[in-house]
């Protein structure tokens, strides 16, 4: 009975260890970060929404949308899309587990009239295995337009 107790508790922490991976990075300061990894496909962004503040009309604004991967699944982007005043550049390689990416952003005012929010939609190869359809993950960025 002991030892059918004690492989129970050895089953069960062995699990609780699969999902509390943790990957453990230093910033500039050489400080530890630790940041979970999550089973399955997981990012997560610098900053999901951008302010560019005041942009005066035909300025070109370049910025970067920083994300890492804090699952356990790779990373592929398909496609990342705005509208027709945004031009994105995204990674065509896989995105391991703990490793970061950069989708850069060029914004283009001359073509707006008014200031608004624009959504960057980026579709990825993974499949959602409940839906069978591609993850999307939408973030976005704001200015006030001055003319």
């Not at 129970?8 to 999902?19: E, M, P």
């Not at 630790?34 to 070109?60: A, M, Y």
């Not at 890492?68 to 899309?81: F, P, Q, R």
Request: charged share 30%.
């Amino acid at each position: 009975m002991k030892f059918y107790f004690a492989l129970v508790l050895a089953v069960f922490f062995s699990a609780g260890n699969i999902y509390s991976q943790k990957t453990v990075k230093k910033n500039k300061a050489n400080t530890e970060i630790v940041k979970s990894t999550k089973p399955g496909f997981h990012l997560t962004f610098d900053k999901e929404q951008i302010d560019l503040g005041k942009v005066k009309r035909g300025e070109i604004k370049k910025f970067d949308f920083v994300f890492t991967n804090t699952g356990t699944e790779v990373l592929e982007i398909d496609i990342a899309s705005g509208c027709d005043c945004t031009t994105l550049d995204w990674p065509r390689n896989k995105i391991l587990p703990g490793k970061k990416g950069v989708i850069n952003v060029s914004f283009d005012s001359g073509k707006k009239e008014e200031s608004e929010v624009i959504d960057v939609d980026i579709f990825f190869k993974n499949v959602n295995p409940k839906t069978g359809s591609r993850f999307l993950k939408i973030v976005n960025y704001k200015y006030e337009l001055i003319k």
